[in-house]
T-cell receptor, first 117, second 112 residues
Framework: GAVVSQHPSWVICKSGTSVKIECRSLDFQATTMFWYRQFPKQSLMLMATSNEGSKATYEQGVEKDKFLINHASLTLSTLTVTSAHPEDSSFYIC?????????????FGNGTRLTVT | GENVEQHPSTLSVQEGDSAVIKCTYSDSASNYFPWYKQELGKGPQLIIDIRSNVGEKKDQRIAVTLNKTAKHFSLHITETQPEDSAVYFCAARENSGYALNFGKGTSLLVTP
C-alpha cells in the first residue's frame, strides 16, 4: 500500500492566489522529504529538500519565497505555491525515505496536478 | 553534481518480448540505483533497486544489472505484458540523505 500520501490530487486556482499541497508519511517518521516538479512528458526535477524542524534547502533556480515549504512535524511537509502564475502549472510530487537503514528506498506520493488559470 | 543519462526515450515491443532500458551516471560516489514506473497521472512507483555492492538483482520478470566500473545500469523486463506500458525512470544517488537524480525517462509501449 501507499506509504506517502499527497493531497490534493488536483487543484485549479486563479492567477495571484496561493495553493497549499500536503505530503504525509504514513506510519513512519520522515525527517527529510523531497519535493519534485514534473512538466508534461519530462523527468522529475528536484525543487527542494524539506527538513523537519529546520529550513528547507532549495535547488538552484527555485524561488524560496514563491515555493514555501514547511516541515513542522515528522509526518507532514507542505508546499505552498504563492502568487501562482500559469507557468506554475505542473505536476508536483513529494517523496520520503522509509527510515529503515542506510540507503532506504524513496517512495513517492501520487502527485498534485496544479492548473493556474 | 550527478548526471543520469537514459536510453532509449521511447521503446515499443510486442507482448512476450523483452525490453531493455539503459542508464549511465557520472558521479562515482553514487551507490544506490532505483527504477521507477510511472503511469499517467500518478506518482512514480518503485519497481526494483540495486546497491553498489551487488551486480545483479532479479524480481520475477524484472531484473537490474549494475556495472560500477563503467558507471552504467540497466533494467530488463522479460515476457512483457500490455500492463507494463508506462514511463520508466532510472535514478541514482549517494545515500538516504540525498535526493534522487533522475534520467529523462523511457516511454515503453507493449503491443498485444
Amino acid at each position: 500500500g501507499a506509504v506517502v500520501s499527497q493531497h490534493p490530487s488536483w487543484v485549479i486556482c486563479k492567477s495571484g492566489t496561493s495553493v497549499k499541497i500536503e505530503c504525509r508519511s504514513l506510519d513512519f517518521q520522515a525527517t527529510t522529504m523531497f519535493w519534485y516538479r514534473q512538466f508534461p512528458k519530462q523527468s522529475l526535477m528536484l525543487m527542494a529538500t524539506s527538513n523537519e524542524g529546520s529550513k528547507a534547502t532549495y535547488e538552484q533556480g527555485v524561488e524560496k519565497d514563491k515555493f514555501l515549504i514547511n516541515h513542522a512535524s515528522l509526518t507532514l511537509s507542505t508546499l505552498t505555491v504563492t502568487s501562482a502564475h500559469p507557468e506554475d502549472s505542473s505536476f508536483y510530487i513529494c517523496s520520503a525515505n522509509l527510515p529503515q537503514s542506510y540507503n532506504s528506498p524513496l517512495h513517492f506520493g501520487n502527485g498534485t496536478r496544479l492548473t493556474v488559470t | 553534481g550527478e548526471n543520469v543519462e537514459q536510453h532509449p526515450s521511447t521503446l515499443s515491443v510486442q507482448e512476450g518480448d523483452s525490453a531493455v532500458i539503459k542508464c549511465t551516471y557520472s558521479d562515482s560516489a553514487s551507490n544506490y540505483f532505483p527504477w521507477y514506473k510511472q503511469e499517467l497521472g500518478k506518482g512514480p512507483q518503485l519497481i526494483i533497486d540495486i546497491r553498489s555492492n551487488v551486480g545483479e538483482k532479479k524480481d520475477q520478470r524484472i531484473a537490474v544489472t549494475l556495472n560500477k566500473t563503467a558507471k552504467h545500469f540497466s533494467l530488463h523486463i522479460t515476457e512483457t505484458q500490455p500492463e507494463d506500458s508506462a514511463v520508466y525512470f532510472c535514478a541514482a544517488r549517494e545515500n538516504s540523505g540525498y535526493a534522487l537524480n533522475f534520467g529523462k525517462g523511457t516511454s515503453l509501449l507493449v503491443t498485444p
